[in-house]
Every structure is written in structure tokens, then in C-alpha cells.
């Protein structure tokens, strides 16, 4: 963000504002980490904020300092419309189109609010007045930390925005181990265990909490691996049977794509998952090295992401979606190889 934005940003902050803070649907750590975060951050100046999520998300991130106060647009759509309507600004984070934030996107376009974004993902939309888009950033929490550096403010992080940014973070950066954690995110996240982010309490709190139902699915998942030698692929399907087999929840099956990336000369995995509520196949992919999933995904499965790491999702069923996966994939075969 240029000088003359953050001015602006900041008189637009003087006075307390009427304030939603957005995050995608589906929202993960990255996403939970930095609405919760900026929403303390804009509360301790009296603003009137809330956090809007279009669904419900996994249970390993509900002990976050804030998440009794978030609004879930699928199961609150009278009150979420009401205060998006209201909205003076409105903060959409981790994403940069308006569609991924499924159901509320219609009333996101028809608000009159401000709208500002901060998000690390590629080829963003031109729906908010103010840009903060950078995709070399490891999370869109550690740009929420230089959004507030950019105000001035970093002396007014207390523990709970530590807890949450610290949170996005390591999670969005595989706990630190993505090529892109830079020495600048290490230097974030020491900063932000200074003031107050318990990191071995919020790793646990995250990985640490399995149920007995989601190893037996991480079992089946490692079951049904797939790998395509020649081609440096791996893949792992989940039918809806398998879900309620082993009683899925929301984000049982998060990580498990990197299984596939983890074996021996694999650069490139994905993993499907039926949903027959939505009617759909998710589709989450990794890569190492130069092989851009992002543009795997956007050419092949109405997705997008980063250069390493993707989503997209298929409407044919689970065994249409595979088959269309393995014949696409000679396309690549050169990328693949290399």
C-alpha cells in the first residue's frame, strides 16, 4: 500500500466506524487467524466490528481469543445481511474475488461500504477501494501484521492479536516450513511471541487435539493413495461414504493432501473429496518447485490459489473427476519431469 492509502486508511479509522470483517468460505487458520485479529485491533478503538464468516469452520481453531463473537452468514443470513448492509467499511481477508465467500457474495457486491482487502493470492479482483495484495507473503496474517506496522501501531498488538496472527502463520506456512516463510516471517513471529503468542500452546491446540474417528479416516485416506510414477504424481480420494464412515467433521481432512507430497520424488499431489450436499468434488492441490498448482487449478478446476498450494472443485462425481485428472495430467508431463 502506497503512503497516501494508509492516510486515508487511518482517517477513515479516527473515528469508530461501523466495521465487518470477512473472511472466505471454508475459512481456514490464515483466514480465522486474521479477521479475529483485526477485529481486536479495531474494538480497542471503540470501533463497532464483527466478523462475518460465510460458514462454519473446523473446531481446532474455535479456542481462538474472539470466536465466540464471530457471525456465521449460512446459519445467521438475517443478522449477518443486516449489519453487512449497515457497514460503513468492510475488511475482506484471504480471498480476492468476491465469489469465494459463496452465499454472501451478493450481498458483499450490493453493500455501499468501503471495502478494503488483504489477501496473498493471485490475480485479485478490483472490487476494493483499497488494495493490500502481495502474493510473496506467507499469510495474509503476517499482512495484517505490516498493515498495522503501516499505521504505526505495532505497540498496540496485545496477546490475543499475537495468539491469532501467530495462529494464521504457522498454519498457512506448514508450520514454517513452505518456501514462503522468509527471515522477515521469522522476525514477525518472534515479535509476536514477545507480545504474548504462546507458540507451543497454539501448536497443540491445532495439531494436537486428533479424534479417534479422524485417524481412522487419515487411515483410509493413506488407503486409497494413489501414485502415478512417471508423471511425479500422487492423489488421494475420499467418497462421502468413507466421510461418514469415520463421522467426517470440518477439517478432518485438512493436511492430508501432503501425505502424497511427502513420498520420494513426488512433486505434485491432490487429493478429492465428495461432497454430495454441495453437490460437488473438492479438490485441494500441492506441488514443489516450480509446478504452479495455481494454474493447474484455474485451467482445469474453477480454482486458484498460490504457485505451491491451490482448491478447486469439480461438479461431475468422484470417479469422473479422477478419471479427468489422470487424463489431463500428460499435458504436464515436461513441467512434471523437471
Avoid at 449489519?83 to 475482506?92: D, G, N
Wanted: aromatic share 10%; glycine share 6%; hydrophobic share 35%.
Amino acid at each position: 500500500m502506497i503512503k497516501a492509502q494508509i492516510s486515508e486508511i487511518k482517517t477513515l479509522l479516527g473515528t469508530p466506524q461501523d466495521i465487518v470483517i470477512v473472511p472466505h468460505k471454508n475459512p481456514d487458520g490464515d483466514a480465522v487467524g486474521s479477521t479475529l485479529a483485526l477485529y481486536h485491533y479495531l474494538k480497542a478503538y471503540s470501533h463497532r466490528a464483527t466478523v462475518v464468516a460465510p460458514n462454519d469452520y473446523p473446531d481446532f481453531l474455535k479456542w481462538l481469543p474472539g470466536n465466540d463473537e464471530v457471525l456465521i452468514f449460512e446459519s445467521q443470513q438475517e443478522a449477518c445481511e443486516a449489519l453487512i448492509h449497515k457497514a460503513q467499511l468492510i475488511f475482506t481477508l484471504d480471498f480476492n474475488a468476491l465469489h469465494r465467500t459463496g452465499d454472501m457474495a451478493t450481498s458483499l457486491e450490493q453493500s455501499s461500504a468501503t471495502k478494503i482487502m488483504i489477501d496473498h493470492h493471485q490475480q485479485p479482483d478490483t472490487y476494493a477501494k483499497y488494495t493490500y495484495s502481495d502474493v510473496s507473503m506467507s499469510s495474509t496474517c503476517e499482512m495484517v501484521y505490516n498493515f498495522i506496522e503501516l499505521l504505526g501501531d505495532l505497540d498496540n498488538i496485545n496477546s490475543e492479536i499475537a495468539t491469532c496472527l501467530y495462529t494464521g502463520i504457522m498454519t498457512d506456512t506448514g508450520s514454517f516450513r513452505f518456501p514462503s516463510t522468509t527471515s522477515r516471517t521469522h522476525h514477525v513471529v518472534g515479535d509476536l511471541m514477545e507480545r504474548g503468542a504462546k507458540n507451543s500452546e497454539i501448536h497443540n491446540q491445532v495439531y494436537d487435539t486428533n479424534s479417534y474417528s479422524r485417524l481412522q479416516l487419515l487411515g483410509r485416506a493413506l488407503q486409497n493413495l494413489k501414485v502415478i510414477p512417471e508423471l511425479c504424481t500422487a492423489y488421494i480420494t475420499l467418497s462421502q461414504a468413507e466421510l461418514d464412515e469415520f463421522n467426517f467433521k470440518k477439517g478432518d481432512t485438512e493436511g492430508f493432501v501432503n501425505y502424497g507430497l511427502s513420498l520420494k520424488d513426488i512433486i505434485f499431489a491432490a487429493i478429492f473429496i465428495e461432497n454430495e450436499q454441495e453437490g460437488i468434488v473438492k479438490v485441494s492441490l500441492r506441488s514443489k518447485g516450480t509446478f504452479s498448482v495455481n494454474a493447474f487449478s484455474r485451467a482445469h478446476f474453477n480454482g486458484g490459489g498460490h504457485t505451491n498450494a491451490a482448491g478447486g472443485r469439480s461438479e461431475e462425481n468422484l470417479q469422473i473427476t479422477v478419471e479427468k485428472f489422470i487424463s489431463i495430467l500428460p499435458q504436464y508431463k515436461n513441467e512434471l519431469s523437471q
